[in-house]
């Protein structure tokens, strides 16, 4: 098994969570490396939580990827370990993994996390970062087998969040707002090839519908390319549509929430 882990939270750097979780690690498995992927992930939020770890993990090595966002605060719902590709997965089963097993090639077996041997003890119930997954992760760098953790469970039985969509038409594409960044700019589930496809291009305009508003930004490369406090469509390091406000926050002017649903048709020429 390979010896890198990356750990996404929503733990915060106020405290020391983290660096528990990285002392349980290297104790385990002293050749360990870990990547922090985020700690900031706004508390329980798990669809900016799954939007991150799947944009960051074309750029992770193969390894073990943990992931602890749980609103629930390790209540009734199970922990599992899930191979994806040559990674493996492990976090809540509540949908905090799904689009990153998506983005691995999809989910090949997955496991119930429930071999306490395996874990710290005692164990909290409000912080199975530190006492289930860390160590878990780290008995998995030093050898032992995903079989080890627990019985398998049927992929079917796997909790997903909702896939992100975008429907293209003749004239226009319809999507969502897929997560808010700390900078507050909107990404939305809509590439840059969707609007390709409606002859939009950079130097253009993009007619924008939210419900019953309505707003023409201008699409440029990045938003340092129109002045401060305008609105603008760009296209982020994701690859993926965004709106944001050259100094200042996107999100907050436009009043768009994760999952609002938005309308993309070209604009007038400018």
């Known amino acids: 098994m390979t010896s890198v882990i990356t750990l996404l939270t929503d733990y915060g750097l106020e405290d020391g969570f983290v660096a528990s979780c990285h002392g349980v690690i290297i104790s385990i498995a002293p050749q ?7 700690h900031l992930v706004p508390a329980g939020d798990i669809r900016r939580g799954a939007a991150i770890l799947a944009q960051t993990l074309p750029y992770l090595p193969a390894g073990v990827h943990v992931a602890a966002v749980d609103p629930s605060a390790a209540g009734a719902r199970r922990s599992v370990a899930v191979e994806a590709g040559n990674r493996l997965f492990i976090g809540p089963d509540n949908g905090l993994l799904s689009w990153a097993l998506l983005a691995a090639g999809g989910a090949r077996t997955a496991y119930e996390i429930a071999n306490t041997e395996l874990f710290l003890s005692p164990v909290s119930p409000t912080f199975h970062g530190r006492d289930i997954y860390a160590p878990v992760a780290a008995h998995l760098c030093g050898g032992r087998k995903p079989a080890d953790l627990g019985p ?18 003749e004239d226009a594409v319809e999507g969502e707002v897929l997560s808010l960044d700390r900078y507050g700019n909107v990404q939305l589930s809509v590439t840059a090839d969707d609007l390709a496809a409606l002859g939009i291009r950079v130097g253009g305009t993009v007619a924008v519908s939210m419900g019953r508003r309505q ?18 469509v760009f296209t982020d390091s994701a690859g993926l549509v965004a709106f944001a406000v050259n100094s200042g926050d996107a999100a907050q002017r436009l009043g768009l929430p994760p999952g609002a ?3 993309l048709a070209r604009g007038p020429e400018i």
Request: glycine residues 4%; proline residues 13%.
């Open 32 to 38: 360990t490396r870990i990547i922090d992927v985020c």
């Open 215 to 232: 707003v023409t930004m201008p699409f440029r490369d990045t938003y340092a390319a129109v002045p401060p406090g305008t609105l603008v």
């Open 261 to 263: 649903h938005v309308r």
């Open 152 to 169: 398998e469970i049927p992929l079917d039985r796997l909790l997903s969040l909702p896939a992100p969509t975008a429907r293209r038409g």
